[in-house]
């Protein structure tokens, strides 16, 4: 197929208006096309972050373009191009790859975003009420969860340990999700008592974490960065390959225990 044409899908599945806002509010990861390579292309390969042994890999599986969750960032310091950027770029020309990256999309969208699928999986529903600077999403159960349950379902979920810290009730109603580096700053903590959530899962937190969350009365599941961000990108690619039966759609998964 031709590369217009799997652009053009991609922007109507995760919808314009999204797109133009990703591109205003997420400065630092693209959202689109990043690096243009060949017109024809007859292999996807999914992955999740754009680093030189996910390059190397999707090469060996005969790709053409490349869709990730974390595309090339902004890493010009001094206007140099790094030497693992560097590494990155060129095999992106050697081999004539197009690379699509799809960040803030890729976390907040309503249905294919990893927060929603997340959700989904836990088996709550997500509500209407975006989080954290419509990042994540907040959902709840039908019925009541305990707490040690939904850390062992998310071990399962994510194939990952499960950081705990433990405040507030025993058993969850209400979930705040934020995959990633979704770590709450300032307001955004007391967004979460005000918006009644129970349990707050992301990917990963920092030192302070703990006592804040301890303080405030909110539970906190750490599940991994990169675990918690394969569903996006995995799910895009089941809508191409249902679109587009004939393309041969992979994910590959170079593991990052963070």
């Known amino acids: 197929m031709k590369r217009d044409k799997l652009i053009q899908f991609i922007e109507k599945t995760i919808g314009k208006e999204l797109l133009y806002k990703a591109r205003k509010k997420d400065e630092h990861m693209p959202n689109g096309l990043q690096w243009q390579g060949k017109e024809e292309i007859k292999k996807i390969v999914l992955g999740v972050s754009a680093n030189e042994d996910f390059f190397k890999e999707a090469v060996k599986a005969g790709a053409d373009a490349l869709i990730v969750h974390h595309g090339l960032g902004k890493d010009l310091p ?17 081999n004539d790859l197009s690379l699509f990256g799809y960040h803030y999309v890729l976390d907040s969208h309503p249905e294919i975003g990893n927060n929603a699928i997340i959700i989904k999986k836990l088996g709550a529903k997500k509500t209407n009420m975006p989080l954290l600077d419509e990042w994540g999403w907040v959902g709840e159960f039908k019925k009541s969860q305990k ?22 009730k025993e058993k969850i109603k209400r979930i705040g999700v934020v995959s990633g580096r979704g770590v709450p700053f300032g307001t955004e903590k007391l967004e979460l008592v005000e918006k009644d959530v129970d349990l707050y899962i992301t990917g990963e937190v920092s030192e302070w974490n703990p006592h804040d969350f301890k303080e405030t009365g909110i ?6 960065h ?17 679109e587009f039966p004939k393309l041969d759609v992979e994910f590959i998964d170079v593991f990052n225990p963070l």
Do not use: W
């Open 219 to 224: 539970s906190c599941f750490a599940c991994g």
């Open 147 to 168: 707490i040690d349950d939904l850390s062992k379902k998310c071990s399962q979920i994510f194939s990952h340990d499960v950081f705990v810290v433990k405040a507030g």
């Open 226 to 242: 990169y675990a918690t961000e394969v569903f996006g990108v995995q799910e895009l690619g089941l809508r191409i390959k249902k």
């Open 78 to 94: 001094y206007n140099l191009f790094s030497p693992s950027l560097q590494k990155r770029i060129k095999i992106l020309v050697k």
